[in-house]
């Protein structure tokens, strides 16, 4: 079992900065990898951006201006989040992947990131 934890949200400016951290416990040492999505009010889930052992992606929206990160002596994710836009606003949630013979996703409660003026 995996718990994800996340905080950092909230408003901010068009323009302005924001970073998301997730928190994970338990069997922390099966974790494959770990993701960030992002849901709208009437959307669809979509994919912010994931990390692995070895590679970083993307969703194209994102690109140059989020960075995803990953501290293993902590067992935290991070969300960097620069020249935020209106379009970014939605409730992001952290994902981490396990497995064991099939792919088990775990995910946690979800935190608001509101871009406005």
């Known amino acids: 079992q995996v718990q994800l934890v996340e905080s950092g949200g909230g408003l901010v400016q068009p323009g302005g900065s924001l970073r998301l951290s997730c928190a994970a416990s338990?069997?922390?040492?099966?974790?494959?990898?770990m993701g960030w999505y992002r849901q709208a009010p009437g959307k669809e889930r979509e994919l912010v951006a994931a990390?692995?052992?070895?590679?970083?992606n993307y969703a194209d929206s994102v690109k140059g201006r989020f960075t995803i990160s990953r501290d293993s002596a902590k067992n935290t994710a991070y969300l960097q989040m620069n020249s935020l836009k209106p379009e970014d606003t939605a409730v992001y949630y952290c994902?981490?992947?396990?497995?064991?013979?099939?792919?088990?996703?775990?995910w946690g409660q979800g935190t608001q990131v509101t871009v406005s003026s």
């Open positions: 338990g069997s922390i040492f099966s974790i494959n990898a």
């Open positions: 990390i692995t052992s070895g590679s970083t």
């Open positions: 994902n981490a992947r396990v497995r064991i013979g099939v792919y088990v996703d775990y």
